[in-house]
């Protein structure tokens, strides 16, 4: 072998063995970070909020193993990087469909989850969304945790809408399915993208299959095509609850919030009126130093109905705070009756027509208006309840539930304004006008309201 042929061996043969030792090296690291995931278990990529413009960047991650994403993402690269506009034009179009159909709102909390999940959020934010959140899973079993890491760290019940479009890259789809379906609140909208679409009705039918047979607790509710996918949509069928229960009240719901650890000590309801009923309620400012408030509210709902010559009787007896520190407002719509009351200091007569409504209807013929003085019967009460009940500091409530009074009653559920009312005083019977929405009875009204946090207190006026 001459001395040519030797330096070249030497050479080459020494760069071929570096390529090669390098190559298994980096085979070597790839293959060892889907072991240490399954050993010690992959954290969940999650955030609540992205910054950038091209939806590149998750504020808020900590990842104990960020030196095995380091060596990942910058060989494999990242499908959030990547496919940032994709992401976001699909995101945009599943919205735009599901706002077209009604099923969708921008009021809503949102969770986007698996691969592309922060260009989503971002999306989401751009259009309007009050509230939206990411996760991203890796797709391994963890022996650390026991569990697969599609599993969400979140509380059940807890968003309105969900959306993915990683039911075909996971290896077990059933628990990916059942975990949004998990997290759903009766009445939320769940939202899939499965595989590449085509247009006739056998393929559709096909591409929902595989998410109907896994639904526990929801229904399909639309299947079509979105962006050359399929887009499946199901539905959280609502639970058995009582009437004011299936209102989703604001998180800072106020007076719920106060009220909690009072509700236990509300006196216990009953079907007959017990005698000397007034000493056995627990009213609220026996737990709260309501006389330090600085506006006190006191709205009586068809107040003229109860009314009787003794000016003393239209308050709440032995009530822990003086009547005199309350903004007194008496609603009905029989204004002859509240006259001698509304020139009390400190009372206010608001005129409601529509609570007249039950009377003109029994008699039609012999029903005279009793507003003498032309009141705009467009009256906007609820709007005026809301921009009282506002600025104040402690509200008390006493109302009929008839059913005008009943429906206002449902409307403050609707509108989140209960949130503001602190006391409720019912007084309601068991005639036919007496009942909620859902055909209850006045037990069932009572329990609805406390099961829903109200602090409310069964009335007994003859």
């Known amino acids: 072998m001459d001395l040519k042929t030797l330096k070249f061996k030497i050479l080459y043969g020494s760069l071929a063995r570096r390529v090669l030792l390098r ?38 991650y900590s990842n104990p193993y960020i030196f095995l994403d380091r060596l990942m993402y ?5 499908i959030e990087s990547k496919h940032c506009k994709e992401n976001v034009n699909l995101t945009v179009n599943v919205v735009g469909e599901l706002m077209g159909m009604k099923m969708l709102s921008y009021d809503v909390k949102a969770l986007c989850v698996g691969e592309g999940s922060a260009s989503s959020v971002y999306a989401l934010r751009e259009l309007g969304f009050d509230y939206a959140c990411g996760v991203y899973r890796h797709p391994f079993f963890s022996l650390k945790h ?38 759903l609140r009766p009445g939320g909208i769940g939202a ?24 526990k607790t929801s229904r399909i509710v639309h299947v079509g095509h979105v962006n050359g996918f399929t887009l499946v949509v199901f539905e959280k069928r609502m639970e058995t609850v009582s009437y004011f229960e299936q209102f989703q009240l604001p998180a800072d719901c106020q007076s719920h919030t106060n009220n909690k650890p009072f509700m236990e000590f509300l006196e216990p309801l009953v079907e007959q009126k017990p005698m000397g009923f007034e ?21 009586d709902v068809g107040a003229g109905e109860h009314l009787n010559s003794s000016a003393k009787s239209w308050f709440l007896p032995s009530y822990p705070v003086d009547r005199k520190a309350f903004n007194v407002y ?24 529509d609570l007249a409504g039950s009377m003109a209807k029994a008699n039609p013929d012999t029903y005279q208006d009793p507003n003498p003085y032309g009141e705009d019967d467009g009256f906007d009460f609820l709007l005026w309840f809301k921009e009282t009940v506002h600025f104040a500091d402690f509200v008390v409530l006493k109302m009929n539930a008839g059913e005008v009074e009943l429906k206002f009653l449902t409307e403050l559920f609707k509108s989140g304004t209960i949130c503001f009312v602190d006391e409720l005083f019912l007084r309601c019977s068991n005639r036919a006008d007496a009942k909620d929405a859902s055909g209850g009875s006045c037990m069932d009204i009572f329990k609805s309201l406390r099961s829903s946090g109200v602090f409310v207190h069964q009335w007994w006026e003859d």
Do not use: W
Not at 74 to 78: A, C, E, K, V
Not at 151 to 178: I, M, Q, T
Not at 332 to 351: A, E, Q
């Open 330 to 353: 008496f609603v009905d719509h029989n204004t002859s009756v509240m006259l001698s009351y509304v020139k009390r200091p400190g009372i206010t007569f608001v005129y409601h027509p």
């Open 146 to 183: 026991k569990k697969f890491v599609y599993e969400l760290d979140y509380e059940d019940k807890s968003f309105d809408f969900v959306f993915s479009r990683d039911l075909d890259k996971v290896s077990v789809p059933a628990l990916l399915v059942l975990e949004i379906e998990r997290v």
């Open 23 to 60: 190559s298994f090296m980096i085979v070597s690291a790839l293959s060892i970070v889907p072991l240490l995931q399954i050993l010690f278990g992959s954290d969940p990529v999650m955030f609540n909020t992205v910054y950038s413009n091209d939806c590149t960047v998750i504020s808020g």
């Open 192 to 215: 899939m993208l499965v595989g590449i679409s085509s247009s006739s009705p056998n393929s559709l039918i096909r591409s929902a299959t595989p998410v109907s047979s896994i639904l």
């Open 279 to 299: 000493k056995k309620i627990t009213y609220l400012p026996k737990f709260i130093n309501a006389a330090s408030k600085k506006r006190l509210v006191y709205i």
């Open 74 to 78: 910058p060989i494999l690269g990242s």
